[in-house]
């Protein structure tokens, strides 16, 4: 690795795509890259989900490709008794909003049948046996939640929304009133946030330019899809061949390194 390859320099053009992995890891990765560089373009040309939005949210600029496939910053839990598989920390929020939307309905529901099934039917009598009723029906649908784990989920979620409060004080390129929508409003660890969306929620949000584009061409797959092993190219003004073995350096990373 040459002298030049190694020195620190004020731009940073970051190309991300991950399946997601260690929030921690990428923070600890985004912390160092705000601190070494000035200006940071973050370029997302594949699929970058979960601690990859953790780095997508730490730069200056975020450029999405009409490809790119951005998610949520859905902090992945190992699943209890599993090896090596992992449950979103989504589906804990996902599943009491159903459970609580279901109890209103059925609340509110009941109270207007009392009510109109006879004439003098108080509005607190109603009440009261609407509520007695939903009690019944799903009080053992609630008894089944463990509130330790339902702690621990929605402890992940926090760490989401804290790290994304952390990566964003340095250039704010997150809408401060999207930093929780960007870790709860999505209902799913795999939701799509395209170029559209991101508009939503950053900033300063563009597609490719030239350069850009022909980086990203020179790259081929390894811009768009997690392979086994990372690629970590350092490249001058334009982009080397493809073929320039002497210009790649070949890391075994952890599979959840998020990076």
Do not use: W
């Not at 730490?58 to 449950?87: F, H, T």
């Not at 001058?236 to 952890?254: G, K, Q, R, W, Y």
Request: aromatic fraction near 6%; charge should be negative; proline fraction near 3%.
């Amino acid at each position: 690795m040459d002298e030049e390859a190694t020195t620190i320099r004020k731009h940073l053009l970051l190309i991300v795509t991950t399946l997601g992995g260690d929030p921690h890891a990428a923070y600890r990765l985004l912390r160092f890259i705000q601190e070494s560089y000035d200006d940071v373009t973050i370029v997302i040309a594949g699929q970058c989900k979960s601690a990859g939005t953790l780095l997508a949210v730490s730069g200056n600029v975020l450029v999405v490709d009409k490809r790119a496939d951005l998610g949520p910053l859905d902090i992945q839990l190992r699943k209890k008794d599993e090896i090596g598989e992992y449950a979103s920390s989504l589906t804990a929020a996902a599943a009491l909003k159903a459970l609580q939307d279901q109890a209103s309905t059925m609340y509110f529901r009941l109270s207007s049948e009392v009510m109109g099934a006879a004439d003098g039917v108080s509005l607190k009598f109603a009440s009261e046996a609407a509520e007695k009723i939903t009690s019944g029906l799903l009080g053992n649908v609630y008894s089944r939640v463990e509130p330790l784990d339902l702690g621990e989920k929605y402890r992940a979620v926090q760490i989401g929304i804290d790290y994304a409060s952390r990566a964003n004080i340095k250039f704010g390129n997150l809408k401060q009133s999207r930093i929780r929508d960007i870790v709860e409003k999505y209902p799913t660890h795999d939701f799509v946030i395209d170029c559209r969306e991101a508009r939503v929620l950053f900033n300063r949000v563009r597609e490719p330019n030239d350069v850009e584009r022909a980086l990203l061409v020179a790259l081929g797959d390894v811009a768009q899809h997690e392979g086994k092993t990372a690629n970590v190219r350092f490249l001058a003004t334009l982009p080397p061949p493809v073929e320039d073995a002497d210009n790649v350096a070949h890391i075994s990373p952890n599979k959840n390194s998020g990076a």
